[in-house]
């Protein structure tokens, strides 16, 4: 379920392994997922695209270190083109329920077209790659059905919204903001930052690629290659900022710095800074967000939103402010996925349920209850320091390694002990502890109803990739086994990649 980079990293692993049997069931008319659905103007990724990219299909052509949405989109089409997956995709269906079949041992997919029709799947195993950030956020404020003029999410851009000349609005100032508000603000006649909460800013440092680095890489692979691999260490080190307060200091530093060199004026930089400890909320990186507020036609107000009106929005402060456009910024709900409650597993539990409003599953992957359930990314898989595709492909691998298992054992399903999960999860929430991430004293997205961070991985990406990298047997239990197969804690199966290599032979 789902057609952006993880769901089609799946496919790409399905099929590279000759695998010709699966489906990828998008809801959109197109697959890319965030990368199809922002297409704000500005919208890049602000991890360098060297890295962030699949590990198995290197690019090295990217015009720019950062490169924008069009040029991601473009790699991601072209890699699936490539790979052969996209004859696998059936789009514009819509998941409406999916539940395990105790009888069957399957998984019956239901899924809905445009015009209402609907469809049932059957599958073995069931990938759930719908994306933390797919479903866009309001904010729930009195009104917002009786503006008159283009009100839109940033997720969602109205590029027929004319902007030139025009009273913009915007309501939030983190990544999404940081990207669109530079981009728009020259042709706008006048923008209003509502901003409630001042992200920290690091300096980003763009640049196009030259001709002749796109040349080498092409070339010789494994100079980018290398890049690769120093980049992904350098944003590792990353970790210890968010870690441990000494190490938080040292980037609040930096940013402190970026922000007295761009932002002259005394009273404005007081308000731009963050008075919460950094990485607490995702940490912005941006050379051109302060230049942009300090246009003269961008007024920044230290207000939240808290009514709509036919022209005008009134912030919490009480002052109202005329408004021709309203554009959304207000980002996304990670925690509260909208499949949650559509999957439903051994015995009728749906996942919303299973999960109380606090994400877990073991290796960040596998849920207690829901057999050949994969959900990726998953709970604590999310990142704050460098490309969550590291956690994806990581994610993809144990998934495999898992159908592996199963395909070796004879057994029809699999899903990890209650005592194994409970563990996973005991320890990314004691490792989370005193992390920036929970205790940096701010409120995010990182956390869930519950006030359990739900989202981040507390931890440097190796450690994760290392420990996911095989099926831990005695972690997982065997449903539908073939007589004789060991399904008991502590029985020593054979590790994965002997598993795997079993199961090419056979
Ligand atoms: P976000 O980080 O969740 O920011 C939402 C903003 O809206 C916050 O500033 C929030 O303020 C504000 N807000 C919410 N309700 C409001 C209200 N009623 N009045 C005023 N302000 C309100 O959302 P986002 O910027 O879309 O980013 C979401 C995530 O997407 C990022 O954290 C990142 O993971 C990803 N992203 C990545 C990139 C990239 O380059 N890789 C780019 C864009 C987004 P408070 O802080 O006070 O709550």
């Not at 120093?230 to 980037?251: D, K, Q, S, T």
């Amino acid at each position: 379920m789902g057609s952006g980079f993880a769901g089609l990293g799946m496919a790409i692993q399905l099929r590279r392994r000759g695998e010709h049997d699966f489906v990828v069931l998008e809801r959109a008319r197109a697959v890319g997922g965030v990368w199809r659905d922002n297409t704000y103007p500005g919208c890049a990724c602000d991890v360098q695209s060297v890295l962030y990219s699949y590990s198995f299909a290197p690019n090295p052509d990217w015009s720019r270190r950062y490169a924008p949405q069009a040029e991601i989109l473009d790699y991601l089409l072209r890699v699936a083109r490539d790979e052969g997956v996209l004859p696998h995709v059936r789009l514009g269906r819509e998941v409406t329920r999916a539940a395990w079949d105790e009888g069957a041992l399957r998984w019956r997919i239901e899924t809905r077209d445009e015009a209402g029709r609907v469809e049932v799947e059957e599958a073995d195993a069931l990938v759930l790659a719908a994306g933390a950030l797919s479903d866009p956020v309001y904010p729930r404020v009195p009104g917002l059905e009786r503006f008159e003029g283009p009100a839109f999410h940033s997720a969602h851009w109205d590029h027929a919204a004319a902007l030139r000349g025009r009273r913009v609005v915007v309501v939030g100032s983190g990544a999404s903001a940081a990207q669109f508000v530079p981009a728009i603000q020259p042709r706008v006649g006048t923008l209003t930052l509502l901003q409630r909460t001042p992200p920290w800013v690091l300096p980003r440092r763009d640049r196009a690629r030259p001709a002749w680095v796109r040349r080498l890489a092409r070339r010789v692979p494994a100079t980018q290659a290398a890049v690769r691999r120093a980049l992904y260490v350098g944003r590792e080190l990353l970790v210890a900022g968010f870690r441990w307060r000494a190490f938080g200091r040292v980037a609040e530093w930096e940013a402190l710095r970026h922000l007295r060199r761009q932002v002259r004026d005394p009273a404005l930089r007081a308000r731009l800074t963050p008075r919460y400890h950094i990485g607490c909320k995702r940490v912005v990186v941006s050379d051109d967000w302060y230049p942009a507020l300090q246009a003269p036609n961008v007024t920044v107000a230290d207000a939240g939103l808290a009514e709509v009106r036919a022209r005008s929005v009134v912030g919490t402060d009480g002052v109202e402010r005329p408004a021709d456009v309203l554009v959304f910024a207000t980002g996304f709900r990670p925690t509260s996925s909208p499949l949650a409650p559509l999957v439903y597993g051994r015995g009728g539990r749906a996942l919303a349920d299973a999960w109380g409003g606090s994400p877990r599953a073991y290796a960040g992957t596998t849920v207690p209850g829901f057999p050949n359930l994969f959900v990726v990314p998953g709970p604590n898989t999310g990142l704050g320091h460098t490309s969550v595709l590291v956690m994806i492909e990581a994610q993809l691998a144990h998934a495999l390694a898992c159908l592996d298992h199963l395909r070796a054992s004879g057994a029809a399903a699999l899903e990890p002990r209650a005592e194994a999960e409970a563990a996973w999860t005991r320890a990314v929430d004691a490792r989370m502890r005193a992390t920036a991430w929970v205790a940096g004293g701010c409120t995010s997205w990182y956390l869930d109803a519950t006030g359990r961070n739900s989202t981040l991985w507390p931890d440097v990406t190796w450690r994760f990739r290392r420990l996911v990298a095989r099926v831990r047997p005695a972690d997982y239990a065997l449903l539908g086994a073939a007589a004789g197969v060991p399904n008991a804690p502590g029985v020593a199966l054979p590790a994965a990649d002997a598993v795997a290599r079993g199961a090419a032979r056979a």
